[in-house]
């Protein structure tokens, strides 16, 4: 697979600026081009505003943030990039036409993914050149915070393209969920759209309002979607006996039944409930600042479900145990002199506080940061936190001595001051990259502890040694 350095996008509405926002946060360059100019700065608002609620998601440490440029000059885009996203409206033939267009002018292992909400991969890749590298991946809105992305083969789709495609929207942070087979609506419109003709139903038929039908979601079936689905839950609603039981019990009722296959029509009067209904419950709140406040919902939940392990939380799990790794990898690469252990980084915008300078806590985070490179340069890694031993932070000082400005580049250098079977006793350095002036320092200590005790405990000798070894191999520390 090509190393997906640049991302190009196809189409910079709602979908194309929320792949761009997530991309660009996971250290992606973006190519967007639209054929309309003025998306440039629409895309570049849609990134802005996605990035607070991004930037809380995780603080794993990132790579460099990626960079976003912009061309109405599609050729150019499929030239330069190493993978292409597309999302232009929702019409078969245009989709068509625009894919086959832009598949002469990319390289045949430029992979080709569209959003589409139901169309048929076999269908858009009729008329394309290499159409082996066309597949679905259907994100979800909002796509830089909803990881769920849909991938679907269409008939002439090699293996090599899911499996590609699949790494790479991991990578950036998703859940790949590949389909057996393409079928319009993909899964999740398809379940999506169920809901909403029986919702529409409900109105047309003076039933429920919409903000009602809100309710009977978000105070019950939503909360426990989240963590487990319908088929789960489901599976514990029957008892001990699980399924069985569940279809037992209620499985008489879906002859009756309940619901309704077609949808309703769109009379003017059912859009006119549909659209007072969801005024009445926007309360005068603009479109914008309930976008914040689902987003804000969206990050908290994640958080929550990375506790227990679970679905959405299960996925930021993983892809920090990722960021981790590669901030170590990188801290760990032939360039850094293995005497010293170091970690870049640069103050990102959601960094700074309101005096326009670098907010206190962050130090802290590129200090764990820091100490997080140098436990690797000694193994102590995930392995062996997963051994039951690890190492827990004691004690720290900070001295704030410089101020740190918005994107500033930034290097931490950490000394081991002493060692012993219990204690490990560091000093860093944080400079700031443009000129190395040092603007802060932290001492720690750092205890050695069993982890199921809950008890300090002492290291293996081999662990204290190479430690030891460390500290002898390190320069002085620069006077402050
Ligand atoms: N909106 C959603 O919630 C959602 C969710 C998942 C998938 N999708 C899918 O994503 C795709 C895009 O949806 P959207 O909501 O972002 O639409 P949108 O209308 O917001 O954006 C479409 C963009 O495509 C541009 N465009 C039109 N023709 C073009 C062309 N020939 N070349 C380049 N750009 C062109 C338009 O200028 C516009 O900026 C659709 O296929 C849709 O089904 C949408």
Redesign the pocket.
């Known amino acids: 697979m090509r190393t997906v350095r640049t991302l190009g996008l196809?189409?910079?509405?709602?979908?194309?600026g929320g792949w761009a926002a997530r991309a660009l946060h996971f250290g992606i360059d973006v190519l967007a081009?639209?054929?309309?100019p003025e998306?440039e700065n629409w895309i570049r608002a849609a990134v802005k505003n996605a990035e607070p609620a991004l930037a809380r998601l995780t603080f794993a440490p990132l790579p460099p943030q990626g960079t976003l440029s912009f061309t109405t000059d599609?050729h150019a885009m499929a030239q330069r990039v190493d993978f292409i996203q597309e999302?232009?409206?929702?019409q078969l033939e245009?989709k068509q036409r625009?894919l086959a267009d832009v598949s002469r002018h990319a390289a045949p292992d430029v992979i080709i993914a569209?959003?589409?909400?139901?169309l048929m991969p076999s269908d858009l890749q009729r008329d394309m050149v290499a159409p082996e590298r066309l597949l679905v991946a259907?994100?979800?809105?909002p796509v830089y915070l909803l990881p769920l992305v849909e991938l679907v083969a269409g008939k002439l789709t090699s293996p090599q393209t899911i499996e590609s495609a699949r790494c790479f929207y991991a990578y950036i942070g998703m859940h790949p969920l590949t389909l057996r087979h393409e079928v319009p609506g993909h899964l999740t419109d398809r379940l999506q759209e169920a809901l909403w003709r029986e919702i529409l139903h409900l109105v047309n038929d003076g039933v429920a309002s919409t903000g009602e039908l809100d309710e009977s979601i978000v105070y019950g079936p939503g909360l426990r979607w989240a963590a487990m689905g319908t088929n789960m839950i489901y599976h514990l609603a029957g008892g001990e006996s699980g399924m069985r039981h569940m279809l037992a019990q209620f499985g008489p009722c879906l002859k009756w039944p309940w619901t309704k296959l077609e949808a309703p029509e769109l009379s003017e009067q059912l859009i006119d409930r549909m659209v007072e209904g969801t005024q009445e419950q926007a309360g005068g709140r603009s479109i914008r600042s309930l976008e914040r406040l689902r987003d804000d919902s969206l990050v908290a939940i994640q958080q929550v479900l990375r506790q227990y392990n679970i679905g959405a939380g299960a996925t930021l799990k993983a892809l920090e145990a990722r960021l981790y790794a590669d901030a170590a990898m990188r801290a760990l690469s032939p360039a850094v002199p293995q005497e010293l252990t170091r970690v870049d980084t640069c103050v990102r915008p959601e960094w700074v506080d309101y005096n326009g300078h670098m907010t206190d806590f962050r130090y802290l985070q590129v200090f764990g940061e820091a100490m997080d490179v140098l436990y690797r340069r000694v193994g102590v890694d995930e392995a062996y936190r997963l051994s039951g031993r690890m190492f827990y932070t004691a004690d720290t000082q900070i001295s704030y001595l410089a101020e740190a400005k918005v994107n500033e580049p930034l290097y931490a250098t950490t000394h081991v001051l002493s060692v012993d079977h219990k204690r490990l006793k560091v000093l860093h350095h944080l400079h700031r990259g443009s000129d190395d002036k040092l603007i802060a320092t932290g001492a720690q200590t750092h205890v050695h502890v069993n982890t199921e005790a809950g008890k300090a405990s002492a290291m293996d000798e081999d662990l204290y040694q190479r430690v030891e070894s460390l500290r002898a191999a390190q320069p002085e520390p620069v006077p402050i």
């Open positions: 196809l189409g910079t509405g709602v979908i194309g081009a639209d054929t309309k998306m599609l999302n232009i409206p929702e245009l625009v569209s959003s589409t909400s139901g259907h994100p979800f809105n």
